[in-house]
């Protein structure tokens, strides 16, 4: 088969979303993500396989899977960084190594094969992010490879897009009704492959959050048999769109369509009528922007040509509306350059039809579409309502995020039934990240239980108060106006100045003492819905940071001219243009921060963490290449977006910016709409990061609300941590095997959510039965953090801990180098916990003791007796960690 790809190299600043991915509009969900570029996956690693291994292809061939599948080449930008894996699927050799290096270059994954039986074993043993195959191969062919794919675990979800020399329309609808997600005929434009590859990324990366939350809230709110048949299902019910893609019923689908041209209208129309679609029409872009105010159609179908607003710039006005950012656009137009099709990819349409299209092709991407958006839609219902099962927050008793925003929808819609008031004050915190990075995370959850209780005690009977994030506290007080609200977060701030909280283990003469900062809206005065009364107390508190913390603000209407905007920080040894990018940003509301040289930049940084940096490429002493890398290096700064803004336009040279881990590169001079245009995009990516790292405290919560429920255990899980980062270090574990010990540590028990109390609280002998239901919280452990991907290298510790070196330990029951070495450290700090703390089977016994029942167990074969010598002289040498 003959070579067909486009090499044209396209920029790296093509994309004005380079790194982002759509958010999905949801306000009960905590995500997590970590927008870089390319999306990242989570990929099943060997069970076997210690943290040390990495992702590896190969080791399909390590578990027993057939020798053919050994000589497959794998390509990693970055051996430090997880990428979207995607596997290239061509039997033609200078195709396949094309597209292998094309990709490989723009920072993915890449694995390949040969034939499609090659591709199904691949897919099974590694399942990929994307899978890019030919229609015509020999032997089994794209189109049937995709159907097969679509019925297999693992791959039912997996985009997937197919490549042809073919144009042939009736071949475009069979692929798309075969489960694929996009065709792309031969000659590929590069440029328009990877956009096009970007987005189907994006999109799942979307519907892999979403279903991680909902895993990570359902114990909160279900129990263990809803949790099985979430499992079972696969994602696949009949509401989850039908990924296969035949009989996908598009009946009653909601279109829009804006098109000027009456003739195409009606086309359209009718071609939208074979699919029983409820279509809306619109004229012009203003048109269309008045219906969408009203409402939120399935799709967007958008001529270019418009005679008030270009479709270029209506796309992005329809994406920055929250409630549309998940609608997807086709874009019809005339015209065919692959200029255009790339522009309006990257502007955020989801696919691009010349006129003139076959009516196959027309309604085969329009199904495709909505099946999409029916899958996320019905995703994001379903996570919604299991994080709506969490109305209690396990670590404060307080009620939760998604609880307070519906009692205060629902409290101020019986406020303007009945014409009240109502007031919100909105709390942190001061300094809070700071206590807990110097007392640590028990101490932080102290001060979070204290507050709280404080909070509670300050409100009457009918106001609310509500855990709102980390540190934040909302509180809702119906029939109060904004002065008596003032009046009482008063006395909340006082009463938590006044707080004096014991340090765990420090006696009684050390505490903490916090204090807090309040801000205070009301409804009507302030603002009229729910979402905008939250705006107006959030806008009040950051005032009242603003002028010093420690005190309470109510809203005015000056304060909307000082409302939280991001902070950028400038940085560029040239006045004139940082005087150029101040005025550029200050008029849209940034706050900005100049930094003259590298090292000033690396300090102010780490000191006022910005929301965005822009970075001249060439700096005088340290290089802004190398303040970037420094920058993506630190962990306090290492996900703080980074535009290289730089006089320097070589390929090579942007090549560098990417390899320094910049997320987006602009030469000078510099475009405003463009530079904004890039800002927001990356700004936006950066608020889904911090969003979503609350993830990783809910399972924290969870596995300290777990080993609560037994009072001997209490400091159980941070002991635990601590003895395993402590061995780990005293090895030589890598730094992210020991920080996977440190996690490990706190959720290793994680999975006995599922054990009842009557049995994890037995002070006698278990009954075999019995003891096989506390076998089970390995496995739930496992599978309730398998999805989340901050807990990748604790998975293996979590899983094996109760293995034993001679075969007698449970779940698989592994066998000497079959357990992994975090697997080896975590028995031997669990079983000395549990040994020298009182349970209710017996008491406490002496460290000599414990220790020696260690080494008459590792005389039996259980531990490694040199891991746990290591670990003796840890104690003796004082490594105890007190409660």
């Known amino acids: 088969m003959t070579s067909t790809l486009d090499q044209t190299p396209a920029p790296v600043d093509a994309c004005p979303d380079s790194g982002a991915f759509n958010q999905t509009a949801l306000?009960?969900?905590?995500?997590?993500?970590?927008?870089?570029?390319?999306?990242?996956?989570?990929?099943?690693?060997?069970?076997?396989?210690?943290?040390?291994?990495?992702?590896?292809?190969?080791?399909?061939?390590?578990?027993?899977?057939?020798?053919?599948?050994?000589?497959?080449?794998?390509?990693?930008?970055?051996?430090?960084?997880?990428?979207?894996?995607?596997?290239?699927?061509?039997?033609?050799?200078?195709?396949?190594?094309?597209?292998?290096?094309?990709?490989?270059?723009?920072?993915?994954?890449?694995?390949?094969?040969?034939?499609?039986?090659?591709?199904?074993?691949?897919?099974?043993?590694?399942?990929?992010?994307?899978?890019?195959?030919?229609?015509?191969?020999?032997?089994?062919?794209?189109?049937?490879?995709?159907?097969?794919?679509?019925?297999?675990?693992?791959?039912?979800?997996?985009?997937?897009?197919?490549?042809?020399?073919?144009?042939?329309?009736?071949?475009?609808?069979?692929?798309?009704?075969?489960?694929?997600?996009?065709?792309?005929?031969?000659?590929?434009?590069?440029?328009?492959?990877?956009?096009r590859l970007r987005l189907l990324l994006r999109n799942k990366r979307v519907a892999d959050e979403l279903q991680a939350r909902e895993q990570a809230a359902i114990p909160f709110g279900f129990g263990t048999s809803q949790v099985c048949s979430h499992h079972e299902s696969n994602g696949n019910e009949a509401?989850?769109?039908?990924?296969?893609?035949?009989?996908?019923?598009?009946?009653?689908?909601?279109?829009?369509?804006?098109?000027?041209?009456?003739?195409?209208?009606?086309?359209?129309?009718?071609?939208?009528?074979?699919?029983?679609?409820?279509?809306?029409?619109?004229?012009?872009?203003?048109?269309?922007?008045?219906?969408?105010?009203?409402?939120?159609?399935?799709?967007?179908?958008?001529?270019?040509?418009?005679?008030?607003?270009?479709?270029?710039?209506?796309?992005?006005q329809i994406k920055r509306r929250s409630r549309l950012k998940q609608v997807p656009i086709l874009v019809v137009s005339a015209a065919a350059e692959v200029g255009d099709r790339v522009k309006a990819l990257e502007l955020g349409a989801d696919d691009y039809i010349v006129k003139g299209?076959?009516?196959?092709?027309?309604?085969?991407?329009?199904?495709?579409?909505?099946?999409?958006?029916?899958?996320?839609?019905?995703?994001?219902?379903?996570?919604?309502?299991?994080?709506?099962?969490?109305m209690t927050d396990s670590l404060t008793g307080l009620s939760t995020h998604g609880f307070m925003r519906e009692m205060l929808r629902h409290k101020l819609a019986g406020a303007r039934r009945q014409g009240h008031l109502a007031s919100v004050v909105y709390a942190d915190i001061d300094h809070f990240k700071q206590i807990n990075d110097q007392f640590g995370h028990a101490s932080g959850d102290r001060v979070l239980k204290a507050v709280a209780q404080t909070l509670r005690e300050s409100i009457q009977a009918s106001d609310t108060v509500a855990r709102f994030g980390g540190d934040e506290f909302v509180l809702l007080l119906p029939d109060t106006d904004a002065a008596d609200a003032g009046k009482m977060a008063e006395r909340a701030r006082a009463a938590v100045e006044s707080l004096a909280i014991p340090i765990p283990g420090a006696g009684d003469r050390d505490h903490l003492r916090v204090t807090m900062t309040l801000g205070v809206a009301s409804y009507p005065a302030d603002a009229a819905d729910a979402e905008c009364l939250l705006q107006r107390?959030?806008?009040?508190?950051?005032?009242?940071?603003?002028?010093?913390?420690?005190?309470?603000?109510?809203?005015?209407?000056?304060?909307?001219?000082?409302?939280?905007?991001?902070?950028v920080l400038l940085v560029d040894d040239d006045e004139g243009t940082l005087r150029l990018l101040q005025g550029?940003?200050?008029?849209?509301?940034?706050?900005?921060?100049?930094?003259?040289?590298?090292m000033a930049a690396l300090e102010a940084a780490r000191r006022i963490r910005p929301d965005l940096i822009l970075l001249d490429g060439v700096l005088p002493g340290l290089h802004g290449f190398d303040v970037c890398r420094r920058l993506k290096k630190e962990s306090r700064t290492c996900l703080i977006p980074v535009i290289l803004v730089s006089v320097l336009r070589s390929h090579e040279d942007k090549l560098r910016g990417t390899e320094a881990g910049a997320d987006d590169f602009l030469t000078k001079p510099v475009d405003k709409e463009q530079l904004l245009a890039r800002m927001r995009a990356l700004l936006r990516s950066k608020r889904t990061t911090d969003l979503l790292e609350d993830a990783e405290t809910v399972i924290f919560t969870l596995a300290r609300a777990v080993e609560s429920r037994d009072p001997s255990t209490g400091g159980h899980v941070e002991r635990v941590s601590h003895y395993a980062v402590e061995l780990g270090k005293a090895i030589g574990l890598p730094?992210?095997?020991?920080?996977?010990?440190r996690r490990a540590g706190v959720v290793h028990d994680i999975g006995k959510v599922i054990v009842p109390d009557n049995i994890l609280l037995k002070p006698g002998k278990l009954t075999p039965e019995e003891?096989?239901?506390?076998?089970?919280?390995?496995e739930v452990g496992y599978e309730l953090l398998q999805p989340l991907r901050t807990f990748a290298d604790s998975l293996p510790a979590v899983r094996f801990h109760h293995e034993r070196l001679d075969g007698s330990g449970y779940p698989l029951g592994l066998k000497g180098d079959q357990v992994p070495v975090v697997a080896q450290i975590m028995a031997i700090v669990d079983v000395y916990d549990a040994l020298t703390t009182d349970r209710v089977y017996r008491a406490a016994l002496s460290q000599a003791d414990a220790c020696r029942i260690l080494r008459e167990e590792a005389a039996r074969g259980l531990h490694e007796p040199h891991l746990l010598e290591t670990f003796i002289r840890l104690m003796n040498g004082g490594a105890q960690k007190r409660d």
């Open 239 to 316: 509401g989850d769109g039908d990924t296969n893609g035949q009989g996908f019923d598009t009946s009653g689908a909601s279109i829009l369509v804006i098109e000027d041209q009456r003739a195409q209208r009606a086309l359209v129309q009718a071609f939208l009528g074979e699919l029983k679609c409820h279509v809306h029409m619109a004229a012009d872009g203003r048109e269309a922007l008045a219906l969408l105010s009203e409402h939120r159609p399935d799709l967007v179908i958008l001529d270019l040509h418009l005679p008030d607003i270009h479709g270029f710039d209506l796309i992005p």
């Open 584 to 598: 550029y940003l200050s008029s849209e509301g940034y706050q900005t921060s100049p930094a003259s040289d590298g």
């Open 735 to 741: 730094g992210a095997q020991v920080e996977g010990l």
């Open 537 to 567: 107390a959030d806008e009040a508190l950051y005032a009242a940071k603003q002028a010093g913390r420690n005190r309470v603000s109510l809203f005015n209407e000056g304060l909307k001219r000082t409302r939280d905007h991001s902070r």
């Open 27 to 195: 306000t009960l969900v905590t995500q997590r993500a970590d927008p870089g570029e390319p999306p990242e996956h989570s990929h099943p690693r060997s069970h076997l396989a210690t943290t040390r291994t990495g992702k590896q292809v190969n080791a399909a061939v390590q578990s027993g899977r057939p020798s053919h599948l050994e000589p497959v080449r794998t390509y990693q930008t970055d051996p430090s960084e997880t990428r979207a894996h995607i596997l290239v699927v061509d039997d033609d050799p200078t195709t396949r190594k094309l597209l292998e290096d094309n990709l490989a270059r723009s920072g993915y994954e890449v694995t390949s094969a040969a034939s499609g039986a090659e591709a199904k074993g691949l897919a099974q043993a590694n399942p990929p992010d994307l899978i890019l195959t030919d229609v015509y191969m020999s032997g089994t062919d794209g189109i049937e490879l995709t159907r097969w794919l679509r019925t297999q675990k693992g791959t039912e979800a997996v985009p997937i897009v197919l490549l042809s020399g073919s144009s042939d329309n009736g071949l475009l609808a069979h692929g798309l009704d075969a489960g694929a997600d996009d065709f792309v005929t031969k000659p590929v434009n590069s440029s328009e492959l990877r956009n």
């Open 357 to 390: 299209f076959d009516r196959l092709e027309f309604k085969a991407r329009v199904t495709r579409l909505l099946r999409w958006k029916r899958r996320l839609d019905h995703l994001a219902d379903r996570c919604d309502q299991a994080m709506q099962q969490a």
């Open 771 to 778: 003891r096989k239901v506390i076998e089970q919280h390995v």
